[in-house]
T-cell receptor, first 114, second 112 residues
Framework: EAAVTQSPRNKVAVTGGKVTLSCNQTNNHNNMYWYRQDTGHGLRLIHYSYGAGSTEKGDIPDGYKASRPSQENFSLILELATPSQTSVYFC?????????????FGPGTRLLVL | QQKVQQSPESLSVPEGGMASFNCTSSDRNFQYFWWYRQHSGEGPKALMSIFSDGDKKEGRFTAHLNKASLHVSLHIRDSQPSDSALYFCAASGGNYAQGLTFGLGTRVSVFP
């Protein structure tokens, strides 16, 4: 089974500060994804990547940047954190089967922006 | 409006009983569907995918897809306390992986 890890697991940040969430996968999957989960909105796609060096905008990219420096690592960057970005963030990886890509999720990072 | 809608929002099932819940999409671009399960404090985990019309059975879980109506259902036979969780329907379409569109989930509680 796919192994996806995230760090940190919990983070408290101040408004206007920079936050970096990290994700690592050990299954050599091509695709990686960042979602956020909020009550009333479910899981929403922020950014995704098809491989090292690539990043694509998802459905709600505003206020977020992404970086994929290697096959294994995918980061989500909040340059100027705002309280509206308080959420639980999930990273996922997928084999790269096009639209049929089953995604494997990490355990999540709980972010609180004060 | 949610492109993937789930019902009911929650349900309670006796241990050993059958849990059934539904998912409907309003986007005809969606061709591929998944059911994910999320236990409290964990990430979602894929239960099963379904891409063709009809039934797909994996153990105690059976999914049904009707592509004409974009309706997917999940049935859990012989429900166990460990099945208590949030169940998401997710959909995608096309030839390129562009992420999944999730419904809001159905919360299932299995009581003894």
């Amino acid at each position: 089974e796919a192994a996806v890890t995230q760090s940190p697991r919990n983070k408290v940040a101040v408004t206007g500060g920079k936050v970096t969430l990290s994700c690592n996968q050990t299954n050599n999957h091509n695709n990686m994804y960042w979602y956020r989960q909020d009550t009333g909105h479910g899981l929403r796609l922020i950014h995704y990547s098809y491989g090292a060096g690539s990043t694509e905008k998802g459905d709600i990219p505003d206020g977020y940047k992404a970086s994929r420096p290697s096959q294994e690592n995918f980061s989500l960057i909040l340059e100027l954190a705002t309280p509206s970005q308080t959420s639980v963030y999930f990273c996922a990886s997928g084999e790269g089967l096009g639209g049929r890509d089953t995604q494997y999720f990490g355990p999540g990072t709980r972010l609180l922006v004060l | 409006q949610q492109k993937v809608q789930q019902s009911p929002e929650s349900l309670s099932v006796p241990e050993g009983g059958m849990a059934s819940f539904n998912c409907t999409s309003s986007d005809r671009n969606f061709q591929y569907f998944w059911w994910y399960r999320q236990h409290s404090g964990e990430g979602p985990k894929a239960l099963m995918s379904i891409f063709s019309d009809g039934d797909k059975k994996e153990g105690r879980f059976t999914a049904h897809l009707n592509k004409a109506s974009l309706h997917v259902s999940l049935h859990i036979r012989d429900s166990q306390p460990s099945d208590s969780a949030l169940y998401f329907c997710a959909a995608s379409g096309g030839n390129y992986a562009q992420g999944l569109t999730f419904g809001l989930g159905t919360r299932v509680s299995v009581f003894p």
